[in-house]
């Protein structure tokens, strides 16, 4: 059923709830009337049903006042004198544990708790008046009257309890759900952003930084350097955006595959993009290539581009930088290893791409070393094939 449905559905079961009950109330009074009531005691009752489908109609919308409206219209009725019986067994009456049931569903339940007390100390008082109004009756028959109408009115109170405990959690449990939804999303546009604009904005200002290197036009060589420092910039605020977007959540296996690479095959574009003269960036392939899933696939992608862009931002000129993947049967060793480049370059601020390529690369099955060589940083993938996995 659809919402809509739902909606239209909910006012007819309503008139039902009422109706049926209401029209039960009418016969029960016509035939005590004709059994010998009093008009007053007719007149006095039916004014009592009419106040308790009242309240139980308003309890949805203010439960204090619908409550208290069907507790006094059950005052009513216990203290009628009426032949042969109590009022109270009216069915109308039943709208009072249903205004008990709203109050409890929609206040806290500390709230709730004077609520069941007061329908508690009706049922004592209903009893207690049956009981002077017939004194022949056992006293047995009264606790035991007594006892299942505390059962019921209890039952009533603990039910509405569990129910709105249930949707509580099931509220929390959507509000979890779109949490998760929303920080999955946040976490997928920061990798996005981190591992595409990222590295080709550090490409770009290394191949304009070997070009000033390069050129003998000292003007040339001042404009190329003030281009390199404006791309610097770009990139340090691109990483305070990424850090407002939040950490990095684990890579979800195929998720965005129009927007970053999955595919090994991309590896000789990326390192041809970053070479420059001044920048030798070579990749070298052993071994047969055995089958990957996806997830490992794109880890490798990655730590070669994570390692290329470290090398490219953290070291002066001339860097070199060699990429190699070795294969085996049971896995794919992809390295990443540049020669210290002139000079360590500092950089504005720690990033969070390592992080991000070790969650990575923990997801695919693998492992993630970095290592500090004799002449630079060794960064190293291991990885499951399909066969070793």
Request: glycine share 10%.
């Amino acid at each position: 059923m659809t919402a809509p449905q739902r909606r239209r559905a909910r006012p007819a079961t309503t008139v039902a709830a009422h109706a049926v009950p209401a029209l039960l109330t009418v016969i029960v009074l016509v035939g005590s009337r004709q059994l010998g009531a009093a008009w007053w005691q007719v007149l006095a009752a039916a004014g009592a049903a009419v106040l308790l489908h009242a309240g139980a109609a308003v309890a949805g919308r203010r439960p204090w006042a619908g409550y208290a409206i069907g507790a006094a219209a059950m005052l009513v009725l216990v203290l009628t004198p009426f032949p042969g019986w109590s009022l109270s067994m009216l069915p109308s009456a039943a709208c009072f544990p249903f205004a008990l049931w709203r109050l409890t569903g929609l206040v806290p339940v500390r709230s709730s708790v004077p609520a069941l007390a007061v329908a508690a100390l009706g049922i004592v008082l209903t009893e207690l008046v049956g009981w002077a109004r017939l004194p022949a009756d056992p006293v047995w028959a009264r606790l035991v009257e007594g006892g299942l109408l505390m059962l019921v009115v209890g039952g009533v109170w603990l039910a509405a309890l569990l129910v709105r405990r249930r949707q509580q959690a099931a509220r929390r449990a959507e509000a979890g759900r779109l949490a998760a939804a929303v920080a999955g999303e946040r976490a997928g546009i920061r990798r996005d952003l981190h591992d595409v604009i990222a590295h080709t904005v550090t490409v770009m200002v290394a191949r304009i930084e070997a070009a000033a290197v390069t050129t003998a036009d000292a003007a040339t060589r001042r404009e190329l350097a003030g281009i390199a420092e404006t791309g610097r910039d770009a990139h340090q605020g691109l990483r305070a955006m990424l850090a407002t977007l939040g950490p990095s959540a684990a890579p979800r296996a195929g998720s965005r595959p129009g927007h970053v690479p999955i595919s090994l095959d991309v590896l000789p574009d990326l390192v041809a993009s970053a070479a420059s003269p001044l920048h030798a960036v070579t990749l070298a392939e052993a071994g047969e290539r055995r089958p990957l899933s996806l997830s490992a696939e794109v880890a490798a992608v990655r730590t070669v581009q994570e390692g290329v862009t470290n090398a490219l931002r953290h070291l002066q000129l001339p860097v070199a930088v060699s990429v190699s993947l070795r294969w085996s049967p049971a896995e794919l060793v992809v390295e990443v290893r540049d020669d210290g480049g002139g000079a360590p370059r500092r950089a504005a601020g720690q990033g969070t791409g390592l992080m991000g390529i070790e969650e990575r690369v923990r997801t695919a099955g693998g492992t993630l070393s970095i290592d500090d060589g004799d002449d630079g940083w060794v960064l190293r993938a291991r990885l499951p094939t399909k066969e070793g996995a």
